[in-house]
C-alpha cells in the first residue's frame, strides 16, 4: 500500500541556518511528490511538486526538495531559515497508477517546524 | 482571485444536529476532494468528485454525504454528526484530478461536536 512517513514531529533550526525537513514514501512505480505548508489558523498552500526531471526541485518562498529514488526520499530543504518559516509542512505522495482511478494524495502525518531568532 | 472557499470557517454543533459546510471554488476544476485533518494522522480523503454528478468515496467516508449539482460546489453533509467527527475540515480542487495536478486548498472549517 501506498504511504508516506516524517519521521519527525517537530524540527528547531536557529534562524540563518539550513533546515531540512525528511520525507520517505513507498508506492509502487514512479512516483508524483508534494509539499505543502500550513500556517497557523490558514489552510494548506502548494510549495513545490516533482512529478519528473530533475532531482532538485525548486519552489516557493526559497524552499527545494531533492527526489532521491534509490532511498525513496523526498526531502525539504532551505539553504536559510527565517522565523517566518515556522509551520506545519506535509509531505504528500500520489500514486500514478491507481487502481480505481483516484489520483488522491497520500499524506505524511506532518512536521512542525519552528524557526528560534 | 483564484481561490477555493468554504463556510463556516468555525462550527460547534451538538450530536445529532445535521449540518452542511459548503465549499466553492472559482477556478473551473472538475476535480474536488475533503479532506479531515487529526493531529498525527495527516489528511484523509472523505468524499471525492471527478465532475458534476460524479462522486465517490475515499478512506474514511462512513457519517458523511455530498453532492455535486454544480461545478463550483462540493459541500460536505453530516446528517447525524458524533462527537468523532470533531476534526478541521479542507476541501480541496484541482483542474482535472490527475496525477500531476496541484491541489488547492480552502482555508480550512473547525467543527466541533460535543
Known amino acids: 500500500a501506498q504511504s508516506v512517513a516524517q519521521p519527525e514531529d517537530q524540527v528547531n533550526v536557529a534562524e540563518g541556518n539550513p533546515l531540512t525537513v525528511k520525507c520517505t514514501y513507498s508506492v509502487s512505480g514512479n512516483p508524483y511528490l508534494f509539499w505543502y505548508v500550513q500556517y497557523p489558523n490558514r489552510g494548506l498552500q502548494f510549495l513545490l511538486k516533482y512529478i519528473t526531471g530533475d532531482n532538485l526541485v525548486k519552489g516557493s518562498y526559497g524552499f527545494e526538495a531533492e527526489f532521491n529514488k534509490s532511498q525513496t526520499s523526498f526531502h525539504l530543504k532551505k539553504p536559510s531559515a527565517l522565523v517566518s518559516d515556522s509551520a506545519l509542512y506535509f509531505c504528500?505522495?500520489?500514486?500514478?497508477?491507481?487502481?480505481?482511478?483516484?489520483?488522491?494524495?497520500?499524506w505524511g502525518a506532518g512536521t512542525k517546524l519552528i524557526i528560534k531568532p | 482571485e483564484a481561490q477555493v472557499t468554504q463556510n463556516p470557517r468555525y462550527l460547534i454543533t451538538v450530536t445529532g444536529k445535521k449540518l452542511t459546510v459548503t465549499c466553492s471554488q472559482n477556478m473551473n476544476h472538475e476535480y474536488m476532494s475533503w479532506y479531515r485533518q487529526d493531529p498525527g494522522l495527516g489528511l484523509r480523503q472523505i468524499y471525492y468528485s471527478m465532475n458534476v454528478e460524479v462522486t465517490d468515496k475515499g478512506d474514511v467516508p462512513e457519517g458523511y454525504k455530498v453532492s455535486r449539482k454544480e461545478k463550483r460546489n462540493f459541500p460536505l453533509i453530516l446528517e447525524s454528526p458524533s462527537p468523532n467527527q470533531t476534526s478541521l475540515y479542507f476541501c480541496a480542487s484541482s483542474l482535472v484530478g490527475g496525477p500531476a495536478d496541484t491541489q488547492y486548498f480552502g482555508p480550512g472549517t473547525r467543527l466541533t461536536v460535543l
Open positions: 504528500a505522495v500520489r500514486d500514478p497508477m491507481p487502481m480505481d482511478s483516484n489520483y488522491q494524495l497520500i
